[in-house]
């Protein structure tokens, strides 16, 4: 039974748009959450993190939301790039357990 | 500084046949990790290591067997191979065990068992 559910495929966007991907999790131990970004051919790559005691971090045009209660989070991108089409990996993990949890990961393509 | 590298990129196996992926990082990091990623699904943890000669279960163990015999190298063999374990693998590692510490992937191993 997966824990951190990625629905919703894939996404295309027009560059210089807003690309939006949700992650729903069901472990309420999970305090923890990570985006991988992952280009074809090639492993996973980190792109942000936030904790259970935040519900918003940013870094640069990448946006990070999390509602605990609702058990979700979603990425923000804006704006899209080209360089951005790639599979987005949801992740989580406690505190107490260093092994993460992924989703099935969602396809953004976006369109010059 | 090459970071996390795989060998090989891509094979094939018949079923029965054995195999040893090998993972090398050169970032210093203690802990290791083999993941494998299906499709539809997300990256499941097979077997991970926190140090050198030491090695634990992940999520998907079965069928795997790893070793940790220097610090940089992170083994995983498929002692009987099966048309299940065709997958793509992943290496990764990470300073410390930490949730916080980041994951460095390698570029995965494209494995078709026949």
């Known amino acids: 039974d997966q824990q951190v559910k990625q629905n919703s495929p894939s996404l295309s966007v027009q560059e210089g748009r807003i690309s939006i991907l949700n992650c729903d999790y069901t472990n309420s131990m999970f305090d923890y959450f990570l985006w991988y970004k992952k280009y074809p051919a090639e492993g996973p790559t980190f792109l942000i993190s936030i904790s259970s005691i935040k519900d918003k971090n940013e870094d640069g045009r990448f946006t990070v939301f999390l509602n605990k209660s609702a058990k979700h989070l979603s990425l923000h991108i804006v704006p899209s790039q080209p360089g951005d089409s790639a599979v987005y990996f949801c992740?989580?993990?406690?505190?107490?357990?260093?092994?993460?949890?992924f989703g099935k990961g969602n396809q953004v393509v976006v369109i010059p | 500084n090459a970071g996390v590298t795989q060998t090989p990129k891509f094979r094939v196996l018949k079923t029965g046949q054995s195999m040893t992926l090998l993972c090398a990082q050169d970032m210093n990091h203690e802990y290791m990790y083999w993941y494998r990623q299906d499709p539809g699904m997300g990256l499941r943890l097979i077997h991970y290591?926190?140090?050198?000669?030491?090695?634990a279960k992940g999520e998907v163990p079965d069928g795997y067997n790893v070793s940790r015999l220097k610090k940089q190298n992170f083994l995983l063999g498929l002692e009987s191979a099966a048309p299940s374990q065709t997958s793509v693998y992943f290496c990764?590692?990470?300073?410390?065990?930490?949730?916080?510490?980041?994951?460095?992937f390698g570029p995965g191993t494209r494995l078709l068992v026949l």
């Open positions: 290591s926190v140090g050198e000669g030491t090695t």
């Open positions: 990764a590692s990470s300073l410390s065990g930490t949730v916080q510490e980041t994951q460095y």
């Open positions: 992740a989580a993990s406690d505190y107490g357990n260093n092994r993460l949890a």
